[in-house]
Structures are given as structure tokens and as C-alpha cells.
T-cell receptor
Framework: DGGITQSPKYLFRKEGQNVTLSCEQNLNHDAMYWYRQDPGQGLRLIYYSQIVNDFQKGDIAEGYSVSREKKESFPLTVTSAQKNPTAFYLC??????????????FGPGTRLTVL | GNSVTQMEGPVTLSEEAFLTINCTYTATGYPSLFWYVQYPGEGLQLLLKATKADDKGSNKGFEATYRKETTSFHLEKGSVQVSDSAVYFCALKEYGGSQGNLIFGKGTKLSVKP
């Protein structure tokens, strides 16, 4: 079955540590996205990528980094520079053909807690 | 810039009640509009969408009509069930936008009581 997988589902990190969240898709989508979700804040875009080896900052990129070495994979690293990293992180992907109606497909999310 | 405004929740209804969740948007071009649903502890799922003015999206008994004159995309369902309890997000995507990402509202939590 096609879809998006994120791992792990729950992640705990000590302050000062970097941590990497995994996102893999087998939908053959060109574009991939990382969102952060906080209670009452909706979803905010961290980074997105439209093609391998290229990615762009979203609205809240500070303290995060990404890579896109393969079409299927778009890992997100939460660095120690991120001041308030505890949140629910969602990865998404979509086709990218210049139209506006291609939906984004979401993974199940990773809940990161900083201890 | 582009933005989406949803009615604040939580919304609590009894089973079989009528549901309306208001959504209005601001956009410079001709966006597509979406409603996503998030069940507890899960990612988002597309519920319905509309790509141009006067289009009506529908799915699982939910409906929303793209109203350009009022810049609205209100979500409605005639008879809610306990299983509809979730958080609902309105979102827009600008046509031809370089980012391709969605602009989300803050979400509205719906609780349906038996």
C-alpha cells in the first residue's frame, strides 16, 4: 500500500541533544513538507522540498535542518538551537505539477518531548 | 498575505445534531480550498476540497461550498455521529504558488456526545 511513514511515533530528547525524525513516502511524490503542530496553533510549515537535493525554509525554520538525498525520504533534524522543540511533527507529500488542487498526504506524526 | 480563519472551538454537540464550522480566507489569487480532519493521535486526512468558486466538496456526509463573494468555505453536516469527534482544519493553496504548501487555520475541535 502506498503512503507516508514517520518514525518513531514518540520520541524523547534531553535538552542540548539533536534528534532526527524520519519521513518516508512510496507515493512517487516530488514534493515533501514538514509541519509543526502545537495546541491551538494549527500547523506551521518548517521546511519543504520540491526536488531531490533542494529544499526551502518555511515559516519557522530556525533550529531545524533537513536533507533530501532521495526522492522517497525527507528527514528532519531538530537541533539544540530550537528553543521549544516539544511538539507534534507532521510530514506530508504531494504531486507537484503547477496546479493548486493536488492534495497533500500526511504521515501519522511524531510526538517529540524534551525532558 | 494569505490566511485562513476558523471559528474557535471546542464545539460540543449531541449525536444527530447539525454541524457548521465556519471558515473564511484571505488570498491574493485563486486558491483551492480544503478541509482536513485529524483524529486523536493521528495525522491529517483530506475530508473534501473545492478548486473554484461555487464548487461544492462533499464526503462522508460533510459538505462545503466555495463562496468567492464572501471568501468562505464553511463545513456542514446534517447529522453528526460520535465517530465524527476530531479536529477539523480549513486550508487553502494558492494556484501557481511557488511554495506549493497549504495555509492552515488553527483547527476546530469537535466533540460529539451520545
Amino acid at each position: 500500500d502506498g503512503g507516508i511513514t514517520q518514525s518513531p511515533k514518540y520520541l524523547f530528547r534531553k535538552e542540548g541533544q539533536n534528534v532526527t525524525l524520519s519521513c518516508e513516502q512510496n507515493l512517487n511524490h516530488d514534493a515533501m513538507y514538514w509541519y509543526r503542530q502545537d495546541p491551538g496553533q494549527g500547523l506551521r510549515l518548517i521546511y519543504y522540498s520540491q526536488i531531490v537535493n533542494d529544499f526551502q525554509k518555511g515559516d519557522i525554520a530556525e533550529g531545524y535542518s533537513v536533507s533530501r538525498e532521495k526522492k522517497e525520504s525527507f528527514p528532519l533534524t531538530v537541533t539544540s538551537a530550537q528553543k521549544n522543540p516539544t511538539a507534534f511533527y507532521l510530514c506530508a507529500s504531494s504531486l507537484l505539477d503547477g496546479s493548486s488542487y493536488n492534495e497533500q498526504f500526511f504521515g501519522p506524526g511524531t510526538r517529540l518531548t524534551v525532558l | 498575505g494569505n490566511s485562513v480563519t476558523q471559528m474557535e472551538g471546542p464545539v460540543t454537540l449531541s449525536e444527530e445534531a447539525f454541524l457548521t464550522i465556519n471558515c473564511t480566507y484571505t488570498a491574493t489569487g485563486y486558491p483551492s480550498l480544503f478541509w482536513y480532519v485529524q483524529y486523536p493521535g493521528e495525522g491529517l486526512q483530506l475530508l473534501l476540497k473545492a478548486t473554484k468558486a461555487d464548487d461544492k466538496g462533499s464526503n462522508k456526509g460533510f459538505e462545503a461550498t466555495y463562496r468567492k463573494e464572501t471568501t468562505s468555505f464553511h463545513l456542514e453536516k446534517g447529522s453528526v455521529q460520535v465517530s465524527d469527534s476530531a479536529v477539523y482544519f480549513c486550508a487553502l493553496k494558492e494556484y501557481g504558488g511557488s511554495q506549493g504548501n497549504l495555509i492552515f487555520g488553527k483547527g476546530t475541535k469537535l466533540s460529539v456526545k451520545p
